[in-house]
């Protein structure tokens, strides 16, 4: 059974940071893209940041130099630190494979960045 479980998420001040971690169940995770989504309620889910199985990210531009992706594979692992939280940046956090698998959503982890 393919599981990823997201955690991390919470309410935070604009310029605050989080570290959002994403465990995967299934060691096949060590093999392959992993990327971080977010989604707003209305709003299409967004691919914000991949990376690779070998550690090479990427990130969409409206996150770049802001967001970093990380990955411990031995731990089957990835992390998604967030910095300079934006209001903008209000949605549930996702993982998933990049591309991502329908079968495989979590449940997600809220951030909510506000005042």
């Known amino acids: 059974q393919v599981q990823l479980v997201e955690s991390g998420g919470g309410l935070v001040q604009p310029g605050g940071s989080l570290r959002l971690s994403c465990a995967a169940s299934n060691w096949i995770f060590r093999y392959v893209a992993m990327g971080w989504y977010r989604q707003v309620p209305g709003n299409e889910r967004e691919l914000v940041a991949t990376i690779t199985s070998n550690g090479t990210a990427d990130y969409t531009d409206s996150v770049k130099g802001r967001f970093t992706i990380s990955r411990e594979s031995a731990k089957k692992m990835v992390y998604l630190q967030i910095n300079s939280l934006k209001p903008e940046d209000t949605a549930v956090y996702y993982c998933?494979?990049?591309?991502?698998?329908?079968?495989?959503w979590g449940q997600g982890t809220q951030v909510t960045v506000s005042s």
């Open positions: 998933n494979t990049s591309p991502a698998a329908p079968a495989w």
